[in-house]
Structures are given as structure tokens and as C-alpha cells.
């Protein structure tokens, strides 16, 4: 072997072991999973005795009401979800972007929803929902309003565990625009100051756009997460009243362990797998136009 | 390797309790135990009140015997999820599990329950003065016995896989107090339960007439299938067609409805934890459920409704029908110390201790037991259960393999029936429908 193929062999040396864990931690489980969603696997066989079936998890899912009913719940859940909390979380750290004595503690105070582990925000809220002796109702109840079935009707059941999820997920977006926020070079800030742009001008016309790189990566991170919420849900509603608070995962959770369909649970876990990467894809080709054109626009300014 | 991860495995068991006992057994007994000493059994238990009870008595079996017994004890759903994984193992962990009684058809279709058969026969092991007979019937009908009619009961084809250990029946309790003040009569058939269930409201504002299951999935199934057989219903005929939709099906959903309507506020959500908590905290006159709850309401520390409550047999529809449940002991095919295990089976199970695990809050499996002065002194609601339990039902709910989907399916409509308004009969229609798709899929109707 001569030196020169020896030498451009050398970055795949280097690679290999870093695609050995890969190969391992990644591609194996997801092809263990996709190969699962072909058979008709019952937890009391190892995964050589189930039959395969080939799509008839797929067309059987496509048919099932209560699959798609709770695809439309998950959809309905992050969209709205999502929204909330951008709109929040940008909102709070755009108010709290300045010299406030004790900054670092209240900082701190807001990001603690999101270290308290999910089952037990699950049973919080629980709790503060429950009928007649969580503080909602009783609150409610001693300045003369009847209750508010938060857990017990569809619709309800719906807001609640939306507002569980806004209230311990805003800091995530909260913390991440702030620090968005203060990386921004002041120069441009106190151009626009110069330029006398009001305080929402320079929201609207210099932060936001400059946080924009910012604020779509901490998007797809929490729409990502948003679809996988579990915990919470399941010690709240455990899906119901109905099918009323049933996202995906939790179906998923429930076919394998309750209704004994490993496959099945495996085309589910695939779909939603799907789902994420067509939209982690738009979002990194919506962002790759962005540049694009930004820099298209660049390059038009340089040449006038 | 094998015993390093197994130490590994039950080290991260949150509740592992383990058993030491003195290695000599008595006189009596050595003949039958010795070739036995020195054994240790891993047994899988729940964490339920009868297993609290029962580790109560284990210390004298090892006393007894000389065999040794390490208990791993799980919450009841997550002991399916181990013992799934556990019975499909060349070599098992365990060599006797308790297994929830729908938990009975998977493991004998999957051939991971040993057949009790040719334990019995055996005269080195089979107690002589073991009095199966003594047995509750509908106990071991619907935990025990499958292969016999319809495949999970007994008949002339069906065998022994379990004995009921830890099993439950439905009894009415009621606040007897509110009863007397209103001079309401404790209701014995379905119309005067509805009536009461609905009157307590009005006469007691601020608290329900019954508080019962009725949360999504499981629970709301329950509750429905719980009305449903003394209502005259059952969820298939004898040739698996659905006949949930039938006018005795739509009569068993109408009653959950006006039960949980006229029940304690939020009752939509409730399991049964959160159901007897209300009756326990009086926010409710009666509930209808296992008799594993009564203990608790007669604790102080829990209850504020001791010595008020009064107990009556579940209220007949066009028959009685009153639910069987909890839990078996069975032993597991991979099991590694099948002989011993049989012997503890036996000793747990036996008129000596089942009395004893009955006197530390357990629940009875024998008719002797109910029968008890002593028992019945300490728990005066005894009679009443043992009474119940003649007419308990083993066929209230199929124990087939697709009984979980078909179940869940039941439960979310349910709970869409009592929440969102959804017709009784639509709502049983579709569920009809979709049963006959899976039972069919699994092959129920091939013979037809």
C-alpha cells in the first residue's frame, strides 16, 4: 500500500470508532423498531417467534378511528402548545431584558417549573385540578363561582393539560431568548436608537429578526419534545375523559403495554418519527432559504 | 453471570423484602420439607393489602420448613410488565408469581403456567387434608381453571393452572347513618339503587349517591361490566358474536350514567382509589366495589366514616352477579424450584393460614374461612362477603388474549358516553362492531 492511500485513509481511522457507536446506539434500535413494525409480536414472544406481516400494521393503523383521533390530538396539542409558550417565553424574556437588581435569582426562580421531574407535575397539577379540594374549585367556590370540570369533560380536560405544559415549559423558551437576547450587538440597538425607532420598532424591526436563528432552533427543540409528552398526561388524564387528551405517545404506551401489540406500538413509534422529520426538514430548509436570500440581498447591496 | 445480574436486578427492585428464617423444620412436617431446606423461592407478589397481610405469615413458613422465600413485591400493573419479560426466559426468576386474574389467559395460551395437575398427584407433595373443595367456587372458576368452556373456564376440558390467592367480589357498602336519618331502605335490586343513588343528592346537599369507577379506559369498563351482568348482559354469546349492544348492554351503561350523574362531584375521573376516598371522606352515601376496600374504611387514620358503614350483597338486576377478581398464585413453567414452590402454594393456601392471613386484613379463598367466630368478631362484615361470594360471577368479563383491546375500547367509550353525551346504544354499536373485527382477526370465527 503506498503512503498516499495510506494517508487518505487516515480520517476514516479516525471516524471509525465514533460510526461503531453510532452504528450501535442509533441505526440498531431504529432498524430493530422499523423491523418490528412488519410483525405481529406479542410481548409473551421473543421477537424470533412473531409473524410477519408485513404493512398490515400501517393500512391497520390508517383505518383505526381512535389512531387517527389521537394523531389529531397530538397535532392539536403541540400546535397550540407551542404557540402559547413562544409567545410567552419571548414576551417575559423581552421584559426582563435589562438591569434588575436580583436578576440571577429571579432567573432562576422562572426556570424552576422545568427541573421538577414530569410525574410529579402530573400529580401538582392534579391535585390543584381535583374538583372539590384542589385550589382552583375552592378558590373559585369561595368567591361565589360554581367549579370548572378541569379534568372530568373533553374539552376542558383539553386546556388543562395545555396549561400544565405551558406553565413548565415557557422557561425553556424564556431562557433561551434571553440569552438570545442579550448576545445581540448592542451597536445595532443603539443604531436604532440613534434613528429614534420606538420601543416596538426596535422589538419588531431589529430583536426579533436578529433572534430568529435563535428562536427557530428553540421552536423545533420544543415542538419535538411537545410530541412526546408522556408523563404528564398519563398521570392527569391518562388520556381520557374519552379520547380527549390521548397523544400519541400515549397511545403508543398503552398498545404496547395494554393492548399487547408490539408491532403495532413499532408502526406508531415510526409514524411519529415521520411526522418529526418532515418537520425538522422544513424547518432546516425554510432556514437554508432564509440565508439564502439574505445573503442573495447582501450580495445585491455590495454591488450597488 | 447469571446470579450477578440477578443480584444486579433486585437490588434496583424498589421494594425487595427478603426472608431469613431459621433453616430447621418442625417435627411434624420434616418428612414432606426436608428434601426441600435450605431452597430459596423468589416469589413475585403485588403490593396490595391481602400481600401485606400475607407477609405477615411468610416468616413462619420459613420457620416451618426450612425453604426460604425472597418476595419481590410491584405495583399490580408493573408486575404484567416483568413477569412478561420474566416467563419468556429459558430460566425464570421466579419460581411462584401472583398474576392479575385477565393476566390468566395470556400465560396458559402462551404456555408460561406449570398445569397443577401432577402436583396433586404426587403423594410426596399433595397435602391429603388440603380440602380444595372448601375452595370458593367462583374463585377458582374465574382465577383457577381454564380450558373448559369458551376456553378460559372450567368444564369437562379445562384444568388447574392457579388457586386463587388475594381475589375479590363486589359488596354495596352504605353510610348507615344517612340511611337511618331519611329512613331510605338499603337497596337489593338495581331500580331502588338508582332511585337511592339519586334521592341522597337532594336530601344531603353537597354529597353524591354512589361514588364509583368511571375514569377513561380500565376503570370506566369496569364500572360498566360491573352492571352489566346482574343487568342480564353479557360481551359475547356463547359463539363469541358482541352482544354488548343488546338492550341488557344499553340498561348497564344507562345505570353507570345516572350513578356517576348523580355521584360525587368530578366523578368522571375517578378510579377506584379516588372513589373510595370520597366514600371515606363522606362525600358520597354508598359504593359499590371489592371488599379489599372495607378494611380501609374502618381505619381511624384514613377514615372518617368508621363504624357508619354498613355492608349489603350487590343489588340484583334480573339475576345477581356480583364481580370476581384480584389476584392467583401460580408457577411459572421456567420456574427452577417447581416442587418447592408447589409447596409453599399449598401452605399459603391452606385452611391454617388462609385464616391467618385473613385475621392480618387479607382476603379470604375459603368458605371456612368467611365462616370464622373469630374472623367474624374481628371483622363483622365477614358473613356478609362470604354470602356475596355464592353468588359471585366468573364469567362477568371474557379472560380471553384480546380482552385488552377490547377492554380499553370499552372504556374510552364509556367514558365518552359519560362525558361528551354520547348515545348508550350508538356508542355500544360501535363497540360491538369493532370487537367482531378483532375478535375476528384473532381467529374466533374460523369455525363458523
Redesign the interface.
Known amino acids: 500500500m503506498s503512503i498516499a492511500s495510506t494517508n487518505r485513509m487516515t480520517p476514516y481511522l479516525f471516524l471509525a470508532p465514533a460510526g461503531l457507536v453510532l452504528a450501535f446506539a442509533l441505526f440498531y434500535p431504529i432498524c430493530y423498531m422499523i423491523y418490528a413494525s412488519f410483525l405481529d409480536w406479542n410481548p409473551s414472544q421473543r421477537i424470533g417467534e412473531a409473524e410477519f406481516v408485513g404493512l398490515r400494521n400501517y393500512f391497520k393503523l390508517f383505518s383505526d378511528d381512535a389512531f387517527r383521533e389521537s394523531m389529531g390530538v397530538t397535532l392539536k396539542f403541540a400546535a397550540v402548545v407551542v404557540t402559547i409558550e413562544m409567545f410567552l417565553g419571548v414576551g417575559l424574556a423581552l421584559l426582563l431584558d435589562r438591569n434588575i437588581r436580583g436578576m440571577s435569582v429571579l432567573r432562576t426562580l422562572f426556570i424552576l417549573p422545568m427541573m421538577i421531574a414530569p410525574i410529579v407535575v402530573g400529580l401538582m397539577w392534579r391535585y390543584m385540578y381535583h374538583p372539590t379540594v384542589g385550589i382552583f374549585n375552592k378558590t373559585l367556590k369561595s368567591w361565589g363561582f360554581d367549579g370548572i370540570p378541569w379534568l372530568s369533560d373533553g374539552s376542558w380536560a383539553f386546556a388543562s393539560v395545555v396549561i400544565a405544559d405551558v406553565w413548565q415549559w415557557t422557561p425553556f423558551i424564556f431562557i433561551l431568548s434571553l440569552a438570545a437576547l442579550q448576545s445581540l450587538p448592542a451597536s445595532a440597538i443603539e443604531a436604532s436608537r440613534i434613528d429614534g425607532a420606538s420601543g416596538w420598532q426596535q422589538i419588531l424591526y431589529i430583536k426579533l429578526p436578529l433572534m430568529l436563528p435563535v428562536l427557530i432552533v428553540t421552536l423545533l427543540l420544543r415542538l419535538i419534545d411537545s410530541f412526546k409528552v408522556l408523563e404528564v398526561i398519563l398521570v392527569m388524564t391518562n388520556g381520557g375523559p374519552g379520547l380527549s387528551t390521548e397523544i400519541l405517545s400515549l397511545r403508543i404506551n398503552r398498545t404496547a403495554s395494554e393492548f399487547r401489540e408490539l408491532g403495532e406500538a413499532a408502526a406508531m413509534s415510526n409514524l411519529l418519527l415521520i411526522v418529526l422529520l418532515i418537520l425538522t426538514f422544513t424547518m432546516f430548509i425554510y432556514n437554508k432559504a432564509q440565508d439564502a436570500r439574505a445573503a442573495r440581498l447582501r450580495a445585491v447591496e455590495e454591488e450597488v | 453471570m447469571k446470579a450477578n445480574k440477578t443480584k444486579i436486578w433486585s437490588a434496583a427492585i424498589a421494594v425487595t423484602l427478603t426472608y431469613t428464617g431459621v433453616a430447621y423444620a418442625d417435627g411434624h412436617t420434616a418428612d414432606v420439607y426436608a428434601p426441600y431446606e435450605g431452597t430459596t423461592l423468589v416469589v413475585n407478589f403485588p403490593a396490595h393489602p391481602h400481600y401485606n397481610a400475607v407477609l405477615e405469615v411468610l416468616p413462619e413458613f420459613t420457620e416451618q420448613t426450612g425453604i426460604e422465600v425472597e418476595v419481590d413485591q410491584l405495583q399490580y400493573l408493573k408486575m404484567?410488565?416483568r413477569q412478561?419479560?420474566e416467563?419468556?426466559k429459558d430460566e425464570g426468576d421466579y419460581d411462584l408469581i401472583s398474576y392479575v386474574v385477565f393476566s390468566k389467559a395470556?400465560?396458559v395460551?402462551?404456555d408460561?403456567l406449570e398445569n397443577l395437575a401432577k402436583y396433586f398427584m404426587n403423594p410426596r407433595l399433595a397435602d391429603p387434608n388440603y380440602d380444595a373443595s372448601d375452595l370458593i367456587d367462583g374463585y377458582v372458576a374465574n382465577i383457577g381453571v381454564a380450558g373448559g368452556e369458551k376456553g378460559y373456564l372450567p368444564g369437562k376440558t379445562g384444568s388447574l393452572f392457579g388457586i386463587p390467592f388475594g381475589s375479590e367480589t363486589s359488596v354495596l357498602a352504605y353510610r348507615k347513618d344517612i340511611f337511618e336519618k331519611h329512613g331510605i331502605d338499603v337497596p337489593t335490586n338495581y331500580d331502588q339503587l338508582l332511585e337511592v343513588a339519586c334521592q341522597i343528592p337532594e336530601l344531603e346537599p353537597g354529597m353524591g349517591g354512589m361514588a364509583s369507577r368511571a375514569?377513561?379506559?380500565?376503570q370506566?369498563s369496569h364500572a360498566f361490566l360491573l352492571h352489566l351482568a346482574p343487568l342480564g348482559g353479557r360481551v359475547f354469546d356463547s359463539e363469541w358474536n358482541p352482544i354488548i349492544n343488546s338492550p341488557e348492554g344499553v340498561a348497564a351503561a344507562n345505570a353507570l350514567k345516572t350513578i356517576v350523574d348523580c355521584g360525587?362531584?368530578?366523578?368522571?375521573?375517578f378510579g377506584p382509589a379516588e372513589a373510595a376516598a370520597s366514600f371515606q371522606q363522606g362525600?358520597s352515601a354508598m359504593f359499590m366495589d371489592s371488599i379489599a376496600f372495607a378494611a380501609g374504611f374502618e381505619d381511624p387514620s384514613k377514615s372518617t366514616v368508621v363504624g357508619k358503614v354498613g355492608y349489603a350483597l350487590h343489588p340484583e338486576g334480573v339475576r345477581r352477579g356480583s364481580q370476581t377478581g384480584g389476584f392467583g398464585i401460580g408457577i411459572p413453567s421456567n420456574a427452577q424450584n417447581k416442587e418447592a414452590a408447589f409447596l409453599l402454594m399449598q401452605w399459603l393456601t391452606s385452611k391454617e393460614q388462609d385464616l391467618a392471613i385473613a385475621m392480618a386484613g387479607g382476603n379470604p379463598s375459603r368458605f371456612s374461612t368467611y365462616e370464622d367466630a373469630g374472623l367474624n368478631e374481628k371483622y363483622p362484615y365477614s358473613a356478609t362477603f362470604g354470602e356475596a361470594l355464592k353468588y359471585a360471577d366468573p364469567d362477568w368479563r371474557p379472560i380471553i388474549?384480546t380482552w385488552?383491546?377490547i377492554?380499553?375500547?370499552i372504556g374510552?367509550?364509556m367514558?365518552?358516553v359519560?362525558?361528551?353525551g354520547?348515545d348508550p346504544q350508538e356508542a355500544l354499536d360501535g363497540v360491538a362492531e369493532r370487537a367482531r373485527a378483532v375478535m375476528d382477526e384473532a381467529g374466533y370465527y374460523t369455525w363458523q
Open positions: 404484567r410488565e412478561t419479560l416467563l419468556t395470556d400465560y395460551y402462551a408460561q375514569a377513561s379506559g380500565h370506566a360525587p362531584e368530578g366523578g368522571t375521573t362525600t388474549p385488552g383491546t377492554n380499553a375500547d374510552t367509550t367514558s365518552q359519560l362525558t361528551e354520547l
